[in-house]
């Protein structure tokens, strides 16, 4: 499974952005997807995560800003991000779950989101 992120980029506080995550290969043994990211120096932390069926899990930091969507037909994943703020500031990265090891086994090579403020 290869995922390739887009998207990313510099808006002011406020402002928004929509991220894409297409994902090629292997595609059926894909069941949840999610965004992670990492800001400088510190870890890397969960954003959002969406299952197959469509059920959705944010990060309490990120909850009625962000909304992460999926189309399966397209083997690709959203995430829109409104009401942006600078602690947002950080690489996203797209992930998949495979179906087999109930692990998050496969990572795009992320996307930079810079908040200014």
């Known amino acids: 499974v290869q995922l390739v992120e887009s998207g990313g980029g510099l808006v002011q506080a406020g402002g928004s952005l929509r991220l894409v995550c297409a994902a090629s290969?292997?595609?059926?043994?894909?069941?949840?997807m999610g965004w992670y990211r990492q800001a400088l120096g510190k870890e890397r932390e969960m954003v959002a995560v969406i299952s197959s069926e469509g059920n959705t899990y944010y990060a309490d930091s990120v909850k009625g800003r962000f909304a992460i969507s999926r189309d399966n037909a397209k083997n690709t994943v959203y995430l829109q991000m409104n009401s942006l703020k600078p602690e947002d500031t950080a690489m996203y990265y797209c992930?998949?779950?495979?179906?087999?090891?109930?692990?998050?086994?496969?990572w795009g090579q992320g996307t930079q989101v810079t908040v200014s403020s």
């Open positions: 290969g292997s595609v059926f043994s894909i069941d949840r």
């Open positions: 992930a998949a779950e495979d179906v087999l090891s109930g692990e998050y086994d496969y």
